[in-house]
């Protein structure tokens, strides 16, 4: 099959012949891939700052395929294990350290395959697995975001983020966002978002409270210096629910906020399969379309790649792969 | 009447005459002090750290005394308000902005006023009530501790602390301090804590993960760079509960132990007057004496301040007050 791949450490991926993988055991779909969708976790795989990559190793995390003569989908997140709160040791997500989803066949265990909403394109539900099921459990396992509550969401533009947007609007919330472009801060108001402000500005968080006053839910992946800002933009018993880290550290974090304002914070990754099927009927049921940026076709997966390296995209990038 | 009280602002506190306080109107209690007890919140007020301190005010948060014929306390928390999540912004503590427990009449809203529980003395029925309520509401409340769990508390010695000790230990957990006096560690075992480290030594958190392995919940009061170390020792869907920050900000955090292990950081001050009601079930079911370090007369405070200030004491400091 044709696959992008790792062929040696530290070197490009490339999309050439790879093996077919091999069922060995019952309980497992041999899914025949439709498209594909990029996230940042391929990204940082590629850089080489994902423990335990080992060449050669098929790259991808999101797919929308066939499967027993249905559309089908596939929840990126294997072997949770028991215990909803947390995943078991034998966890993993579905591309590296096993082979994943940018290939003409991908093997994942039957569990983990649901049907594809159905009024969703190709490219839309190849864009929606990963980023749906981070963004349903960080708003509603997590942070059990409520209709009429005021929500604040880092980094419109990516797809988790732009995910979370959609979700709290379809849920009832009054929306806003930050971003490092103006542009897509006026995308995300079409999306419905109230407002937003530009963390390039050294003031945007006094900008932020001056115009939308304190937020009841403040989702995060960036983490970094920026955060104690957020703290200050917390109401009274908000939630804050951090999902990534693409500044590095936090510091500066007052104990005292913390606790006069009887905050809580939760990290959270992923989901379980119930949240992922709980997550696909919340889709259905509003009738959601993932924000697609753009698509390419696999062979163009190298440009494809710049443009999220270059954090050009409003949406998730979607390969076409047959 | 007699109280302990600040006359000028910057200056140290006197005992000395203090105008009987005059009940207002319907819903008041008239409560005859007979001891007292300290808190760092006292002595953050005497170094001028909190805002809004006006002078003539008594000092203090802790009370035991008599009201309508019976031995009460009085939950220093007024004006909580209608939702159990965040205090109103009426709230105070007993004790600055208005006139506190260090007196021989203390005015309090009757919904405040709670008969103490029978099995204690009055001098540590006059140690529970500000501890007793901190404790409650960060390890049931916020923490949800079960039975068959291992919880580290931090800087165990302090009155919440040791509380916390002595709950955590009631709920049938496996308890764990750390601290910056072996004697206390000692002293902490003695209560029934399986063992502890003394944050001093540079390899605490290394030496405490190879004797106890993770932590299903850790209370914290300390904040400061020694929080990021905190984080490592969290098990998997840890919750870790914030009552304090007398290191200061909290650095050095990562965003990826975070969200990866899926941690939950819980901010908890005081509680509600409901928890209260629930917190003194509790010592009252399990038949639980709170630790008194030491015992003054009012005559003596400053002794008892200094014995404070330099983090001597073990347990709560109290003043016999008739």
Chains 1, 2 share one sequence.
């Not at 929308?64 to 947390?86: A, D, F, H, T, Y």
């Not at 590296?96 to 159905?118: K, W, Y």
């Not at 001056?210 to 200050?232: E, H, N, Y």
């Not at 500066?252 to 990754?269: A, E, H, M």
Request: net charge neutral; aromatic share 8%; with cysteine.
């Amino acid at each position: 099959m044709k696959a992008i791949f790792l062929k040696e450490r530290g070197k490009p991926p490339v999309l050439a012949q790879y093996a077919d993988p091999k069922p060995s055991g019952a309980g497992q779909a041999l899914v025949k891939v439709l498209a594909c969708s990029l996230n940042h976790r391929d990204l940082w795989i590629l850089k080489g700052k994902y423990p335990g990559v080992k060449p050669p190793v098929v790259l991808g995390s999101d797919l929308v395929g066939m499967w027993n003569g249905k559309r089908v989908v596939v929840q990126p997140g294997i072997n949770w294990g028991p215990n909803p709160e947390v995943q078991s040791k034998n966890y993993h997500i579905l591309g590296v350290p096993h082979d994943g989803a940018f290939a003409d066949l991908v093997l994942v265990p039957s569990s983990n395959v649901f049907e594809a909403p159905s009024h969703l394109t190709d490219e839309e539900a190849a864009a929606l697995p990963l980023a749906g099921i981070t963004a349903y459990r960080v708003l509603f396992t997590k942070c059990a975001i409520k209709s009429g509550e005021r929500i604040l969401i880092t980094g419109a533009g990516g797809g988790v983020a732009l995910t979370c947007v959609q979700f709290a609007l379809a849920a009832g919330l009054e929306v806003w966002v930050t971003s490092g472009s103006d542009e897509k801060i006026e995308k995300a108001k079409k999306l419905g978002a109230s407002g937003g402000v530009n963390y390039r500005n050294q003031d945007w968080s006094e900008a932020l409270a001056r115009t939308a006053d304190k937020f009841d839910v403040i989702i995060d992946s960036a983490g970094g210096d920026g955060f104690q800002r957020l703290l200050s933009l917390a109401a009274p018993a908000a939630r804050i629910g951090i999902y990534g880290g693409g500044m590095g550290v936090i510091n500066g974090v007052s104990p005292q906020i913390l606790f006069w304002k009887q905050l809580k914070i939760f990290g959270s990754t992923m989901g379980t399969n119930a949240e992922f099927e709980d997550m696909l009927r919340f889709v259905s049921e509003h009738k959601l379309n993932p924000v697609v940026d753009s698509v390419w076709n696999k062979e163009d997966f190298e440009k494809a790649f710049d443009r999220m390296e270059n954090a050009e995209q409003f949406g998730k990038i979607v390969l076409r792969w047959v």
